[in-house]
């Protein structure tokens, strides 16, 4: 019963979570007169991957660093085909001018040169740790001066900057990536702990629970934003946090100690080119520049069929 109940906490804190730093987040992109997309691939995206953070470095110190790429790889298959899917089917994702002449390409280019240096060598060295963190740095401060020239604010995000101040804002934000990463370690913990009394394999829990139970604020925080007609927040979250969980997590794991590829196989990699390839073709193929429900219905089938391979 106590686990239960630390469950709806979980999942109550989570959703307060989402909406307060979905208001915040809305709010600071209009006073800094930059696109909801740069504050959602960078405060929210890193925020959200927080968890992803934590489980990786963990990992890392207690001389587990194999963990870590499958941590990410997992959850970013996890954000592109479940949650940019979810949100598509409450309401069409669109693109920018920017999304399609920069972000989609640096993600894709991005999770290719992971996988070649996967294959290549077997294992990210400490250099390439280096190298990608020094990497990501360099893309969000090129990310933000190209989004101060596509000012995105909604009506709804100019109510919302009339409302908050900017100490409002801030609080908002802090206590919403608070909520969202405390709530999402509950709801995980809880519900691992479920899992296990209704005799579920671990391996099954591993597969499902840890692999989405980090992204759960991602998950959040998109649905929110996409809920309050943000959906270029929920979009920019998404892609931020792929490319965050690449260059910032993994950089800053291998720069501590060089990273094996331990249990994930090829299958997986190209798992998530094929995630990554889908979200290009959406964007640039079909001339609609959004994600349609359709499409989401294409994300969705992937990533469920992903998941049958796994289990089976």
């Avoid at 949100?87 to 999770?111: E, G, H, K, Q, Y």
């Avoid at 943000?230 to 060089?258: E, F, K, R, W």
């Amino acid at each position: 019963m106590l686990n239960w109940i630390l469950l709806i906490v979980g999942f109550a804190m989570i959703t307060v979570g989402a909406t307060w730093l979905t208001n915040g987040s809305a709010a600071v992109a209009q006073r800094l007169k930059i696109s909801e997309f740069i504050i959602g691939m960078t405060i929210v995206a890193v925020g959200t991957s927080l968890p992803e953070l934590t489980v990786s470095v963990a990992s890392t110190f207690a001389g587990s660093a194999d963990m870590a790429i499958g941590n990410v790889v997992g959850s970013n298959i996890f954000n592109i085909l479940f949650i940019l899917g979810i949100c598509a089917l409450i309401r069409p994702v669109s693109f920018t001018r920017n999304n399609l002449r920069v972000d989609i390409w640096l993600c894709l280019a991005v999770s290719i040169g992971l996988v070649v240096m996967l294959l290549w060598g077997g294992k990210l060295s400490r250099l390439e740790g280096i190298m990608m963190f020094l990497c990501y740095i360099v893309i969000i401060l090129i990310s933000i001066k190209l989004g101060k020239s596509e000012q995105e604010a909604s009506v709804d995000t100019e109510q919302d900057a009339e409302n908050f101040s900017w100490f409002k804002s801030l609080i908002w934000i802090a206590l919403g990536l608070a909520g969202l990463v405390f709530g999402a370690d509950l709801t995980l913990d809880s519900a691992t702990t479920i899992a296990r009394e209704f005799g579920i394999s671990e391996r099954v829990i591993g597969i499902t629970l840890l692999a989405g139970g980090t992204s759960l604020p991602e998950l959040a925080a998109s649905i929110a934003s996409v809920s309050k007609g943000h959906g270029a927040l929920a979009l920019g979250n998404v892609i931020g946090s792929c490319i965050a969980n690449i260059l910032l997590i993994l950089g800053a794991c291998a720069t501590i100690t060089p990273l094996a590829m331990g249990g994930i196989t090829v299958i997986d990699l190209i798992a998530l080119i094929v995630a990554v390839i889908l979200l290009t073709i959406s964007a640039r193929m079909f001339g609609y520049r959004v994600i349609t429900r359709m499409e989401a219905l294409v994300f969705l089938a992937a990533y469920i069929g992903y998941i049958f391979y796994l289990i089976h």
